[in-house]
């Protein structure tokens, strides 16, 4: 039972003019540590398009803000499997600087059929990769 | 009682490679929801951040998406206010296309000293402001 | 001989540290427009999309920069054709604050096959419909 | 004489509905791989943002589309200085995929005196700096 880890330095151009990160792009960042974890478990997104059959669409989206983040903070982002249901995920992710949690997101995914949009079970194999990361405390 | 409209078009660059829009973009579009509505209260941010001693960040971001968004789309974003507290308030954002909802997004804000970043009291003509979009239901 | 005209308000999101717009968004900003001018032409790309035999991708694009803009700033976008070739086009972009000229953005797309990647010539119509918003003097 | 080099991954959020890199995302990235350089050079722009007196805003942007960027691509930008002048100086940006050219970029900055907005001499040790990064050939 792990975590997966993400990292990134906060660029100048996601700043606001108070010099803090504006908030959206907390899930600009969340996506892309969930690219990476897809990635590593063999369902990486660019596979899934090209295949084609299956969409994995995120229908919520949440994010908490604890500590700001300023220019060139390097940032680490832990993710875990938060949930895991029989058509539906949640991930969450941690915005850690040098231990500090400053941000808190959870996304969750459905499955579907791409063409219907229909909900569709979970793979079995995405599942069980999923249950990999999940992390002993949620 | 009243919801404050705001309304955009699904611009080309925001949609992902499934042709719908990418799932942060709710959070800008929000966003400038956001402005306009402090803009018609008389607390524009552009004077927010021209007098310097007040600042109102995020805490807190959530998203549901009900149906995807799509090129060219003419949505409207109906703002109201859900909660009001001591020193923080809550909006609701009702992403309309068509009359049928498409995305509901919620975000608190606080309101804090911009220097020590401490939180202060809630102005009350703010306050008053946002009381005015509260609507009935909620 | 006319100008397209588009318009936009800056918005917090996209401004920097230093209070002004990030140079990278004037592109996205450009490119609404000439979404807006596509849609005028009767070639919006989400037809285009739709029908998906044409590609017009961008070969080119140029930013100069005049004037800084600021929060909440009424931009109006001039939008002219400036040269049509035999397989490409290049529109050219004033950014208007108050008549005073900020930006000036050009970019060339060219017409592809989709599948192909291949130039092909650009339509009649569209280059028929590009000749109406010529300007005089360019 | 050398180049400097930064690294990213083409993300899902930066993808158009034809499943490529939206153009003006091109200039974040060279943005990114400038703030990396100013760093290496000893300009990092969070000092100059701390310090206060310079800024080194943007006059002129340009950019060139050799061939289109996909999901997770691995992109090397080669920054070297093409000019040094007085009171400006332009880098340029080659985007390579294994060896391959793939997208082109340019961008003229001057500096400034942060509160007036004049245009100041180019301090002398990072013009020096700058120097170290002119390829040969340019």
Not at 6 to 30: I, K, N, S, W
Not at 62 to 69: D, F, G, I, K, V
Not at 74 to 92: D, P
Not at 101 to 114: D, I, Y
Request: overall charge negative.
């Amino acid at each position: 039972m792990k975590r997966f880890c993400h990292h990134f330095r906060v660029p100048f151009h996601e700043l606001d003019p108070g010099g803090v990160l504006f908030h959206a792009h907390v899930f600009t960042h969340a996506h892309q540590a969930y690219e990476a974890l897809m990635r590593e478990l063999g369902w990486g997104l660019a596979a899934v398009l090209r295949e084609g059959k299956l969409a994995i669409p995120l229908v919520e989206a949440h994010a908490e803000y604890l500590r700001p983040l300023h220019l060139d903070d390097r940032i680490e982002i832990q993710v875990g499997t938060a949930e895991i249901g029989k058509r539906s995920f949640t991930l969450e992710y941690r915005f850690l600087r040098e231990k500090g949690h400053c941000v808190l997101v959870k996304t969750t995914h459905v499955t579907v059929e791409r063409r219907s949009g229909e909900a569709v079970p979970l793979p079995a194999e995405l599942a069980a990769a999923l249950e990999g990361y999940r992390p002993e405390e949620s």
